[in-house]
Structure formats: structure tokens, C-alpha cells
């Protein structure tokens, strides 16, 4: 554990964690799936319904200024936390998966022809794949893909001859949420802008996980990236698409109603500036306003020290499983974060699970919405814990634990 980071105070932060299931204290080793949430990301949330709610934008009334106030102002907070050139570039939505959804068919659709290409990699999470299919399905575009090599690492050798001229958009994740692999965000940036082709980054797994400076909307010069506010801390039901300001303001409204507007007839409609144009209706005010609250408090932690702690914990588990008969690691990148993936030669990755549970220990187990990656390594289903900053050696021993429990129970 690093000396510099006291794990056991940041934990203490995290009501939930306090608690214990089925008797055993509860390892929280399920942070990819979704993050627990600090007591000031609570508070922010009671604080707002407990003392501002109101809707925003139309109201006049002091409630709904601070309602707007606070919902513009988490805006301001994600435009720091990606160092994005201006708060308009930062679009509001329900999660990554709506952010995709919001380029698939406002940006891209527009532009695809039959025989178009939507470059992605075998890693991706189905809400990097299935919006692309449906827009390939109405427009006659085909779907290409960057293969994995065995150790869940991209074989970028292929990636020169699948940036081609027909390419319309290249869509990666920047890191895997079933492998843990991190891909070299930047570098497939500026080889597809090599090629005049626009990017879409999912941030999904990224976000709570590697550095500020990889997360550097201009210093990627990514083109759109997309995260989700639960997966870094904050509620669910908000995330964010964020777009260069050229791109989103050349962009048709994809949903319509209250809010996106500039003036309606009975007729007709004309639009607001990007990002109103993309938030029709009243949004998630009170997560946006959480989320706000999590990036803030997630760029105040030592992020250094946090992310080095949840690096030696995952290298730590996976030293311990590579040492166990039966078990076989699925990812082993040189270079990933958080996620240890596996299965066991014993006992399918549910049944495993739910004898985890009875340790108290919460993991994964399926294909993690990630089926490419399990029919790529020829297993139907992985178990999958991921880390974080909260975690501890006591978490580590503790799915140790529970595999020597899972390995004694179907072996003897
Ligand atoms: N992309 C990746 C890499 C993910 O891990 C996830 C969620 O697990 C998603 C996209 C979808 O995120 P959400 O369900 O929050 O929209």
C-alpha cells in the first residue's frame, strides 16, 4: 500500500462501505460497474432538494436562480475537470450511453452513405457499438474494428490499413471495462486526424482512473468524449458528451422539446446555441448538480498518490491469482487499470459470484456488456473485480478468500 495515502480515511468518506453483508465486512470490488458515492456528493444532492429546488432556466424566483446556478456552475466544473476550451462545449446528458446515442445521430447519421465506415476496436462496451449498428442499419454503413491481440492489447499494425478514406468516424474507448487494457488515447487521436477522420473517445472507465493530463480534452484534441457521473463518484442518471464547439454548433437538435428552443410556432421551430440544444426538457438538475460535487472532490484528492494505491492493489491481486491453479486471467496488457478480469477452471463465473457475495465480496460476473471481448478470448462470461481508491489489502485477502472458499467447495 502507498505510504503517502491513507486508504482507511478516504474510505471513511463512503457511508456505504461501513456496512457488512452476510456477516463479513463488504469489499466493494464492483467500482466498474458503478462507484460509491463520498458523503459530500450526498450531501450536495439532499443540500439542492432539501433548500433549491427548482427547475432551471425559465424561473424567476429566487429558488430557480439557485437551481440554475448550480446546475450552470457543474457545467463549469466538468469544463475544468476536462480543461475543455469553453463551459459550451460541456453537454449534459443521462450517462456515456446517451452521449453516443446523441453523436450517432446528430453528428454522424447526417453524413454516413452505403459503404461509409465506423472504425472501433474489440474491446468496446455495447453502448460503443450498438448505436453505430442501428445507424449502419438505416444508411447502408458498415462497421470495422481494430483487433485484440491475446493479451487484450490493440494490434495497432492494423490500424494504418482500417483508417481509410471511407472512414466517417473512429469511436474507441480509452479503456477496456472488461480487460482493464489502456489504450494509447492520444496516439489514435492523431492518427485518425492524420487521416481528416473525427474521433469519439469513451471515457467511460477512464475517467476515475488515469490522470489529469490524459483526460486533457485539448490535449487529446479528441474530437467528442463521453463519460458518466456515476462511474466517477457522482448519481446516476447524468454524464457528459463533450464536443468541440465547431462540431456541436454545426449540429441538428437530436431531441426536441422545452428548453432547446430560441422560438416555437405552430409550425416550426428554430434552435438554441449548443448545449441547450441537445438538453430538451428538464435535466437531471439535482445529479448534475452531484456530479459538480464528485469532480470537485475528485480533483482535490491527491489524485497522484490515489491512483498509484489503486495500481499496487490491483497489481497485488493479480500476483496472487497468477499464482492459483485454475485460474486464468483475461487481460494482460502492459499497460491497464483497475480491472482484474477471470475465471476459474472449477465454477462458472455466476455461481462463483454469488459465493463470493457470501464473503461479503462484490464483484462482476457475466459478459460485462462487452460481448466481442468474450466470444475474442472464447469464454462466455468472466468474473471482474475493479478498484479504487477505497479499496484496501483487507478487500484483496478478502476475494482471496473467497476464491480459496469457491475452489474448496466445487473441487472437494
Ligand atoms: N462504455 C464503457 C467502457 C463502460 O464501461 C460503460 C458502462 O459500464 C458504458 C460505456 C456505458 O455507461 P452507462 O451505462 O453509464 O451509460
Excluded at 39 to 65: C, K, M, P, S, W
Excluded at 73 to 95: D, H, K, M, P
Excluded at 284 to 313: K, N, S, V, Y
Excluded at 362 to 390: D, E, I, K, S
Aim: hydrophobic fraction near 45%; proline fraction near 6%.
Amino acid at each position: 500500500m502507498s505510504e503517502r495515502f491513507d486508504a482507511a480515511a478516504l474510505r471513511a468518506q463512503f457511508p456505504v462501505l461501513a456496512q457488512s453483508v452476510r456477516g463479513k465486512p463488504l469489499a466493494y470490488l464492483d467500482n466498474g460497474a458503478t462507484t460509491q458515492k463520498p458523503q459530500v456528493v450526498i450531501d450536495a444532492v439532499t443540500h439542492f432538494y432539501a433548500h433549491d429546488n427548482a427547475n432551471i432556466h425559465r424561473a424567476v424566483h429566487t429558488l430557480g436562480e439557485r437551481a440554475t446556478a448550480g446546475y450552470e456552475g457543474a457545467r463549469v466544473t466538468v469544463q475544468r475537470f476536462l480543461n475543455a476550451r469553453s463551459e459550451r462545449e460541456i453537454v449534459f446528458t443521462r450517462g456515456t450511453t446517451e452521449g453516443i446515442n446523441l453523436v450517432a445521430n446528430s453528428f454522424l447519421r447526417p453524413r454516413l452513405q452505403p459503404g461509409d465506415e465506423i472504425l472501433v476496436t474489440g474491446m468496446e462496451h455495447h453502448a460503443n457499438l450498438v448505436p453505430w449498428h442501428l445507424a449502419c442499419a438505416a444508411t447502408g454503413a458498415q462497421m470495422r474494428h481494430v483487433p485484440l491481440k491475446d493479451d487484450g492489447s490493440l494490434d495497432l499494425d492494423t490500424l494504418p490499413g482500417l483508417l481509410t478514406e471511407r472512414t466517417r468516424l473512429f469511436a474507441f474507448t480509452a479503456v477496456s471495462n472488461a480487460l482493464g487494457t489502456v489504450n494509447p488515447v492520444a496516439q489514435l487521436v492523431a492518427l485518425a486526424h492524420a487521416r481528416g477522420i473525427p474521433v469519439l473517445v469513451d471515457a467511460a472507465q477512464a475517467v476515475a482512473h488515469l490522470p489529469a493530463h490524459e483526460l486533457d480534452v485539448q490535449a487529446l484534441d479528441c474530437d467528442f468524449l463521453v463519460f458518466s457521473g456515476h462511474k466517477i463518484y457522482g448519481p446516476t442518471g447524468i454524464g457528459v458528451l463533450y464536443g468541440k464547439r465547431s462540431h456541436l454548433d454545426a449540429m441538428p437538435p437530436w431531441q426536441g422539446g422545452g428548453d432547446m428552443i430560441r422560438e416555437v410556432f405552430l409550425d416550426r421551430s428554430t434552435f438554441a446555441e449548443a448545449p441547450s440544444r441537445f438538453e430538451a426538457g428538464t435535466p437531471p438538475i439535482a445529479e448534475a448538480i452531484g456530479l459538480g460535487a464528485a469532480l470537485t472532490w475528485f480533483m482535490a484528492l491527491d489524485r497522484t498518490a490515489a491512483l498509484a494505491h489503486e495500481d499496487a492493489l490491483l497489481a497485488r491481486a493479480t500476483e496472487a491469482l497468477r499464482a492459483l491453479p485454475g485460474v486464468r486471467i483475461i487481460g494482460t496488457a502492459p499497460r491497464k487499470v483497475s480491472v482484474l478480469s477471470f475465471v476459474l477452471d472449477y465454477a462458472h463465473p455466476h455461481d462463483a459470484g454469488t459465493f463470493f457475495d457470501f464473503e461479503g465480496v462484490a464483484v462482476r460476473a457475466g459478459h460485462h456488456c462487452a460481448q466481442p471481448v468474450m466470444a475474442r478470448f472464447g469464454v462466455p462470461a468472466t468474473l471482474r473485480a475493479t478498484f479504487a481508491p477505497y479499496n484496501t489489502d483487507a478487500d484483496v485477502e478478502a476475494l482471496l478468500r473467497a476464491i480459496a472458499r469457491v475452489h474448496k467447495t466445487f473441487t472437494d
